[in-house]
C-alpha cells in the first residue's frame, strides 16, 4: 500500500513532525494525515487536541501569512485572497486577516512596486517602459485603476528628483 503508516507512529506524532517546518492550517493538517491513512476519527481526534494547545489556529495563520507575505513581496488584497484560500482557510479567517490591508495599505504597496519597476526598466522607451509597469502591477493582482495611479506617482516622484 503507498504511505502505509508504521505501526510505531501514532497521528500526533506525525502531526507534530509536520508542524515543526511551519505553521500549518487545519485543511492542510486533515489532508497529511488522510495521506497517511488514518482514520477519519483519529484525524478529528487528533486535529482537535492540537486546537486545544493553540497549534492548530486557522485565523493566527492567515493573519501570520498576511503580515510576513506583504512584508516580503508586496501584492494586491486580491492576490492574498486567493493564495489564503489555497490554504483552505475560510472565507471568514480570511476576510478578518486582510481586514489590515485597506485601500490606503494596498495603494501604498503598487507604488513600491511601481517605482522599483519604473526604475528597473529606466532604459526602454517612455511607452514600453509604462506598459511593462503595468503588467508587473497588474500580475499582482492589482486593479488597472490602482496600477495606473501607482505608476503615475512613481513617474512624477521621479520626474521632481531628476528635476532637482
Do not use: C
Not at 115 to 140: C, G, H, I, N, W
Request: aromatic share 8%; no cysteine; proline share 2%.
Amino acid at each position: 500500500m503507498k504511505n502505509q503508516v508504521p505501526k510505531s507512529l501514532s497521528p500526533m506524532e506525525y502531526a507534530m513532525k509536520y508542524l515543526t517546518a511551519r505553521d500549518r492550517t487545519v485543511s492542510e493538517m486533515e489532508n497529511y494525515l488522510d495521506e497517511k491513512e488514518f482514520g477519519g476519527a483519529d484525524v478529528d481526534a487528533t486535529i482537535e487536541r492540537l486546537k486545544e494547545l493553540g497549534l492548530l489556529d486557522d485565523a493566527r495563520y492567515a493573519k501570520r501569512f498576511v503580515e510576513t507575505r506583504l512584508a516580503s513581496k508586496p501584492i494586491s488584497r486580491r492576490h492574498l485572497w486567493e493564495q489564503l484560500k489555497g490554504h483552505g482557510l475560510s472565507d471568514t479567517d480570511i476576510d478578518e486577516a486582510l481586514k489590515e490591508v485597506d485601500s490606503e495599505e494596498e495603494e501604498r504597496n503598487a507604488r513600491m512596486i511601481a517605482e522599483k519597476y519604473a526604475r528597473q526598466f529606466r532604459s526602454l522607451e517612455p511607452e514600453q517602459r509604462r506598459e511593462r509597469v503595468l503588467l508587473r502591477l497588474t500580475s499582482r493582482g492589482f486593479s488597472y485603476d490602482v496600477s495606473r495611479k501607482a505608476l503615475e506617482s512613481a513617474l512624477s516622484e521621479e520626474n521632481e528628483w531628476s528635476e532637482s
